[in-house]
């Protein structure tokens, strides 16, 4: 019984955790705008990989949009459990780029963002029985 309440509680958790995530950092994208505007002379800092990022990215309004409605999308997908595992799909390939931008640029929070990344990544594993048919491959043999 206490195998089953996990199995159940903890992808849960895990979906609305990430969910509420994005939600709020798209939503701070979408509404606010997270970058700002880039300062004169940002891309030409060397070693400040923080201010040349964050610049380069204020550099583009529809960019910074672009980018916070997916995360405000994948972020409903996920949270709602009939499409969560297409949440999860579209959730890993944002997840991996803010992490890998966080530790690139040295943004400074990295372990967030491995730990969305992480956890998006067991919700995959726990619904592998539902992707793997778009794995393998069969042949129509007409």
Same mark, same amino acid.
């Given at each position: 019984? *206490? ?18 995530? +994005?939600? !709020? ?13 880039? $300062? ?9 990989? &923080?201010?040349?990022?964050?610049? &380069? +990215? ?14 405000? !999308?994948?972020?409903?997908? !996920? ?6 595992? +297409?949440?999860? *799909?579209?959730? *890993? ?10 530790? &690139?640029?040295? !943004? ?23 992707? *793997?048919?778009?794995? $393998? ?6």
């Amino acid at each position: 019984m *206490l195998y089953r309440v996990l199995r159940q509680s903890i992808p849960a958790t895990f979906r609305l955790y990430l969910g509420v995530v +994005f939600l !709020i950092y798209g939503g701070v994208k979408i509404v606010f705008g997270q970058f700002g505007e880039p $300062s004169p002379g940002a891309l030409e800092l060397k070693g400040e990989g &923080f201010v040349a990022v964050w610049s &380069f +990215f204020g550099y583009s309004r529809p960019y910074e949009l672009f980018v916070g409605w997916g995360e405000v !999308i994948a972020a409903l997908l !996920i949270m709602i459990p009939r499409t969560s595992t +297409f949440g999860a *799909l579209c959730y *890993l390939p944002i997840a991996v780029n803010v992490m890998m931008v966080n530790y &690139f640029y040295n !943004i400074g929070v990295q372990d967030l963002s491995t730990l969305l990344t992480v956890m998006c990544l067991v919700l995959l594993w726990v619904d592998r029985k539902k992707l *793997l048919p778009l794995l $393998s491959r069969k042949e129509d043999h007409a």
